[in-house]
Structures are given as C-alpha cells and as structure tokens.
C-alpha cells in the first residue's frame, strides 16, 4: 500500500494538526499527480507538434547537441543522471532534480570534441523559499546557456570548365540552446514503508541553429521530470521527458527535435566513514529514431564535512551503435567542486569535459521546506513567523485586602 499526506491542515484546541492520510492503492497514486503530469506533458507535447506527421521521416532529428551527455559529473556515469540530478545540470536530465539544492549554485563547462568541435556551458540555480505553488517548499529556479561550434569545412567553387575559382573556409554550423527551469516539493509519498518526497519540475528551451553561416533556424522546446527522494534509505526514482517541441526547418523540410523519454535509478550507500557509494541505472528511449540505450555506473567519493572531498566515477552505455565506456573524477573544498570526465565510443572517438562548480549561500531546511506549524490565523502574515503566544503578564504582589490585577489564565493575542 502507499499513503499520500496531503498539504492540507485542520485546527483543533488551537492547534494544528496535518489532516488524516489519504491511503490509496498502488494503482491509484498515479491518478492524484503522476497521471496529472503525463496529461499535462502529453497535452503540451501534441500542442506544439501538430505539424510532425508531415515532418521528416524517424531516424532524422535535428540538434545532436541536445543527444550530447553534459556536465562532467554526469558525464562520468555514462549519463544515467535522471535519478541523481542533484546539481544544475539537472535541467537537462531531470528539471524535477532542480528542487534538491539548497545552495545557490552557478556553473561553467567546456567540452573538446573530435577536431575541432567544442561546447561551452553556463548555468545558475536559485533555491527560493517560498512555499510554492503546491506549498511544500523546496522551490527552485534555474537558467544556463549551451553554445556549441561544429568545427569548419572548406567550400571550393568552380568556373564551368571545371577550373577551380575560389576556396574558403566557413563554420561548418553552431547551435545555441537557453532554458529557463524551475522545480518544486510537490507532497511526500509512503512507498511499501519508505518515505519519498516527490518533486517536480519543467524546463523551456530556446534552440536556434545555422549551418554554414548561411542557413539557420529556430525552435522552442519543453523538458518535464518527476524525482522520488528518500534521504532514509539513500534511493532516488525518476524519470523526464525531453526536448518536446516542433521541428526545426531549414529550407523546406523539416526535422523533428530529438524527443527522449529517460527513467532512471540512484542508490546511496554510506560504506564506511567519510565514504559513500552510488550505484545508478537508467534506460532512454529514443522517440524518433526507434532506440533503447542503457546506462549504469557508480560514483566513489571520500571526504569529510570542511575538508576536500574526492569523486571517482565510472560507466558504461550500451544498446547503440555509440555507446560506450566513461570514467571521471571530482575534487570539492568548501564552496568549490571541479569535475572531470573523457567517455569513449565505439568508433574510438574520445570526448574530454571539465567543469568549474561554484556554491554559495546555503538556504536552512526550515526555510526551505513548508512547515505546516509555521500556518498562521492571518493570512497577512509571513508563512515563515511561528504563530506564538504572548507570555503571562506578571504583576507584583498585592497586600492582604488590596485587590489588583491579575495574570490571564491562558496567554493570547491582544
């Protein structure tokens, strides 16, 4: 069975109290959020792809940028993120994994490719610490910037005799990609005796790319992720839907934006002190192009509170014809983490990121989660100033046969 706390609260005596659980079976949980979402995703997802049935044919997608796994952490476990997304590269592999930071983060990357290919990245996470639109906290928003340069060819032209007429050398293409995401607590979830809090989150995306300095398109797409966290029993569920939108057209034809459905698994292990063990498995699925990959890994890391702490991660993807093994490595002291990992494919072409974390600002739990105690009388009033009552006046003694004023038998607003 699976019980479902609702937000909602109930007085009693002056008191407050959370409302009686709501127990449903585990065929029904999915009808009060998760069927919810899936509508909403699918709705939007038909919305903006109407004109798709028209569109290429599967198999051609455009933008390979958003297929690229990012952020040298993830990076390091073959990119089975979704049920980790703990930092803001969230957003492109879970946008619901925004809501589990607690501390403002801003980060940097720089890919190096085959020849002359890079990516650069840049991002920012803002925890926020008003309840939310479900009011229950743990809100966060989040923005970053992809650009990436496809290297340059050379074009050579010819006269009509076949003579060469003149050569240069132009970008053979670049894309940019700016998102905007933000996530939420949305309840909390008993699963066969395990509590998980549940989390959501959405992600928009501006995509605009060209192809030898003189074509270039644009197009708008939505990413959706939901994330089960149970910090009891160190294990993590998600799963997302990505780069839903419309295509992306060049001339006349039009391809299809590389749609990617991912759920994945996390499990926490602390195996001795300072020492922690994450064992992670996820599964895509590639909309267009008709492919399954799977992903796994595990992430070491030593380390205690204050002091430096070390990562080394590893892992595989198979299934595709571009799968392969990867491995890296972080290093993190105080508010600084440096992350790095080289993954390798089947056709032996090697990828090399490094990223610069920076972390500042840490938001305290009680204000970051919504406390239902913290619910006042006045809804004028913060949600975060505790509903105290003044103490009992004291007054001086009194003589025998004087009469004065006394304490209230029980203390209250004026």
């Known amino acids: 069975m699976i019980e ?53 044919s599967p198999g051609i997608t455009a933008v390979p940028i958003l297929q690229i796994p990012i952020g040298s952490r993830a990076a390091g476990i073959a990119g089975a993120f979704t049920g980790v997304a703990d930092d803001a590269f969230a957003m492109y592999y879970n946008p619901a994994g925004l809501s589990l930071l607690n501390s403002q983060e801003s980060t940097a990357q720089y890919i190096k490719g085959l020849a002359d290919t890079a990516m650069e990245f840049a991002g920012y996470v803002h925890p926020l610490s008003f309840p939310g639109i479900s009011e229950r906290g743990h809100a966060s928003v989040a923005a970053s910037v992809l650009f990436s340069q496809n290297g340059k060819i050379e074009i050579n032209r010819t006269n009509a005799d076949g003579s060469l007429r ?98 994945g698994a996390s499990y926490l292990h602390q195996i001795g002190r300072g020492q922690n063990l994450r064992l992670v498995l996820q599964g895509d699925y590639f909309y267009y192009e008709k492919q399954t990959e799977v992903a796994g890994g595990f992430e070491y890391s030593y380390g205690y509170e204050r002091e430096a702490t070390v990562a080394i991660r590893a892992g595989y993807r198979g299934l595709n014809d571009v799968a392969g093994l990867s491995f890296g490595f972080g290093v993190q002291y105080e508010m600084i983490q440096m992350d790095y990992a080289w993954s390798l494919s089947r056709d032996l072409s090697d ?64």
Not at 6 to 34: D, E, N, Q
Not at 354 to 370: D, F, H, N
Request: aromatic fraction near 8%; glycine fraction near 10%.
């Open 166 to 263: 003149d050569s240069r050398t132009v970008s053979a293409g670049s894309d940019l990609v700016g998102s905007l995401g933000y996530a939420e607590k949305m309840g909390d979830v008993d699963l066969f005796g395990t509590r998980f809090s549940l989390h959501g989150g959405f992600a928009g995306k501006y995509i605009q790319t060209s192809l030898v300095q003189t074509y270039n398109a644009s197009a708008a797409a939505l990413d959706a992720g939901l994330l089960l966290n149970s910090r009891q029993k160190g294990l993590r569920f998600g799963a997302s839907v990505l780069n839903m939108g419309k295509p992306v057209r060049f001339i006349e034809k039009a391809d299809p934006l590389p749609l990617m459905l991912k759920a």
């Open 4 to 56: 479902w706390y609702s937000g909602k609260v109930v007085k009693r005596g002056g008191g407050v109290r959370r409302r009686p659980a709501i127990v449903v079976s585990l065929l029904t949980l999915p009808l009060y959020h998760f069927t919810t979402f899936c509508l909403l995703t699918l709705s939007l997802y038909h919305f903006t792809t109407l004109p798709l049935s028209c569109a290429s």
């Open 351 to 414: 990828m090399h990121l490094v990223t610069l974390t920076y972390r500042i600002g840490a938001i305290p739990e009680s204000k970051r989660g919504y406390r239902l105690e913290y619910r006042l009388k006045s809804p004028s009033r913060s949600l975060e100033e505790p509903t105290l009552r003044k103490p009992p006046r004291r007054t001086k003694p009194q003589a025998p046969g004087k009469k004065g004023k006394t304490s209230p038998l029980v203390p209250g607003w004026d």
